[in-house]
């Protein structure tokens, strides 16, 4: 037994792979290099005999072998064996009879052939090959002998989570640990839908740990390499596959998708509310026309339908407006003119404006001064108090008890600029959070049914920060739902070098809803007014407001008539004192005929009206030759304001 120990012992020295057999071919021993080369245990070689391990062995050429073997006690032959990966290796097999008797053994000596070495060359190149497409792929790849609980995995498999290769053993035990665990269940699912069916492939993806704990997501698939006798699963081998990039771009992707749907319901319910908002006004308008031209109306009837049918033309102006200013604001042409502002003016103008409406609600509206506040400041009155009108106007309108109030606060700062605070703060509904989110959002309400409850087309506030940011202000919002909103308006203005500071607060002025007429009721009396205007409604309007103010009119429908008119005029010695220009119409629009009057030498003054008030129509017009600018619809009183003033200027120059 000694010497049997020692014999199996220096056998397991060699370096080459041998095996002992008996008489019926059963392997009875196997050195190491044998197990080592060919996969298989010591075990496993105890079960088998030399005729499995060369499947492909023709019967006649193992006889005949076997023949040799017992006539010379030795024999050669040239083989496949079967590895335990299942390749056939190319082998010269040198056999020996050990001893005598009627039991005989047998060793051989298995040498690779030249082929047998190529094969194997090969097998490397191609495995070389395989790790570094994997590499350079970024494809990490395991592999699962699930009979003996025994893992691998590649060095991609380690490197695509940030590991260096001995971070940790290969295990599924490790494996479970780094899948994320709301992710782990599915992930195990996924192998063991395969380990007891038929199916073979598995495909599904999760997140893993990565080393400086944060998670990536991997695609796992694989595929069941072998099973047993009963179809269970015995082996798999699989890769992970880095997708994190592409899940984050897919869930981008559905974010973008899902703005895109909210941004299209937005606008259609946008759609529906300016259908709304446009409509009401225009029933109104419309059906107090009929009452108008009703023969039994009353004096009483006929005042309110005037009053109704302004209010609501007033409303479908601001609700026109409001477009109009976000389209030119997303579009770019908004044109913001800073120039030095008296600021308390602009606060008690808006005050007084918004008085008659909170006194309406029983509020309180007020000023409050935190702080002297500059007397002037370098900024665009105009959208100013856009910004307050609309600010204070919310306010009244969503307060159903308690206050307003503008609050004040400013001081100088170190580069001689003023930080200017204006708050609107109400006792009002109040916003919840989530609504609050979404306030400053174009074709978004903060609430729906609130635009349904109180009406208005939602536009007012997107409007307003826009154009406070145009300014270099900005406009934010603080708001507990129940207890009301503040709204504050803030930036660093410049001052003029000899501004004052102010600092007063108190009562609202109020304001009377009739309408303030001039001290002198015929402000244009005797002067020559000629008009140019296409539209015969605007015709008559314009005549109308005119002739009041105790002008002569003439007019005419298109620029080219204006200009012979103007030269007949002339040539009679009965100039026109002051030419109102409609610049779109036919024939010869108002900017070609101004251009015409002004190179003819007509110096009065010729005041544009259009209905464009983009960025640059005011520019335009004044390019063209006019003196000043008035947009429709036609206001009364600034209309007759600014002749009055030309004709002043015309008279001193």
């Not at 940011?469 to 410049?494: A, E, W, Y």
């Not at 002025?509 to 402000?523: A, C, H, Y």
């Not at 009065?604 to 000043?628: F, V």
Request: hydrophobic residues 40%; charged residues 25%; contains cysteine.
């Amino acid at each position: 037994m000694i010497r049997q120990d020692l014999l199996l012992a220096s056998l397991d020295q060699v370096a080459e792979a041998v095996l002992g057999f008996c008489a019926r071919g059963e392997i009875i021993f196997a050195n190491r290099e044998a197990t080592a080369r060919f996969g298989y245990s010591p075990s496993e070689f105890s079960t088998m005999s030399l005729r499995q391990l060369a499947p492909e062995m023709e019967d006649d050429a193992y006889e005949h072998f076997v023949a040799d073997l017992s006539e010379k006690r030795e024999a050669s032959i040239k083989v496949k064996l079967q590895t335990a990966e299942g390749c056939l290796t190319p082998v010269s097999i040198r056999a020996r009879q050990i001893g005598d008797g009627p039991n005989p053994c047998f060793t051989c000596v298995i040498h690779r052939t030249h082929m047998a070495a190529s094969f194997n060359n090969l097998m490397l190149t191609r495995e070389s090959r395989l790790e570094l497409a994997l590499r350079a792929a970024n494809v990490g790849l395991w592999d699962w002998d699930m009979v003996r609980d025994e893992m691998y995995f590649n060095e991609t498999w380690y490197t695509m989570l940030g590991y260096e290769t001995d971070a940790f053993p290969p295990s599924i035990d490790t494996w479970s640990l780094l899948v994320h665990p709301d992710d782990l269940a599915h992930a195990l699912r996924a192998f063991s839908d395969n380990f007891s069916n038929t199916k073979s492939k598995i495909e599904t993806s999760f997140r893993m740990k990565r080393s400086d704990g944060s998670w990536q997501w991997i695609q796992n698939i694989g595929e069941v390499v072998e099973r047993d006798a009963d179809g269970a699963a015995m082996r798999v081998i699989g890769v992970h596959v880095d997708i994190h990039e592409a899940v984050r771009d897919r869930e981008a992707l559905d974010r973008a998708k899902a703005e895109a749907e909210a941004a299209n319901r937005s606008k259609d319910q946008f759609l529906a509310n300016m259908s709304h908002e446009i409509r009401t006004p225009m029933t109104a308008i419309l059906g107090y026309t009929d009452i108008l031209a009703e023969e039994q109306t009353t004096e009483a009837q006929r005042l309110e339908a005037v009053s109704v049918m302004r209010r609501n033309g007033e409303h479908l102006l601001t609700v026109i407006n409001d477009i109009l200013d976000l389209s030119k604001i997303e579009a770019g042409r908004m044109t913001i003119t800073p120039e030095p502002t008296h600021l308390p003016g602009i606060l008690d103008d808006v005050i007084a404006l918004m008085n008659v409406r909170a006194r309406d609600k029983n509020l309180s509206l007020t000023t409050e001064y935190r702080s002297s506040i500059p007397e002037r400041v370098i900024i665009d009155p105009v959208r100013l108090r856009q910004i307050l009108v609309n600010l204070v106007g919310n306010a009244v309108k969503f307060t159903s008890e308690g206050e307003v109030r503008l609050i004040l606060a400013a001081r100088t700062n170190q580069d001689q600029t003023t930080s200017l605070r204006i708050e609107v703060a109400d006792t009002g509904i109040g916003m919840k959070p989530e609504q609050l989110a979404r306030l400053f959002r174009p074709f978004t309400q903060a609430d729906d049914s609130m635009t349904r409850r109180f009406g208005g087309t939602g536009l007012g506030l997107t409007i307003s920060r826009k154009l406070a940011r145009l300014m270099d202000c900005d406009l934010t919002v603080q708001s507990t739902f129940g207890r009301g909103s503040s709204f504050i308006l803030d930036g660093k203005l410049d001052t003029p070098n000899d501004t004052r500071w102010v600092s007063e607060s108190g009562p609202a002025l109020e304001q009377t809803d009739v309408i303030l007429q001039s001290q002198n009721p015929q402000p244009l009396l005797g002067r020559r007014v000629l008009v140019a205007e296409d539209g015969p409604d605007n015709q008559k309007l314009i005549a109308h407001h005119l002739r009041k103010a105790g002008a002569e009119v003439t007019m005419t429908d298109n620029g080219q008539l204006a200009v012979e008119a103007a030269a007949e005029a002339r040539a009679n010695g009965e100039d026109f004192d002051v030419i109102l220009m409609d610049m779109q119409m036919p024939v010869l629009d108002g900017y070609a005929a101004t251009g015409k009057l002004r190179e003819m030498r007509f110096d009065l003054p010729i005041i544009a009206l259009t209905a464009h008030t983009m960025s640059g129509d005011r520019e335009k017009c004044l390019a063209a030759g006019c003196s000043d600018f008035q947009t429709k619809p036609i206001n009364r009183d600034a209309l007759i304001k600014t002749i009055v003033s030309r004709l002043d200027a015309s008279i001193a120059a």
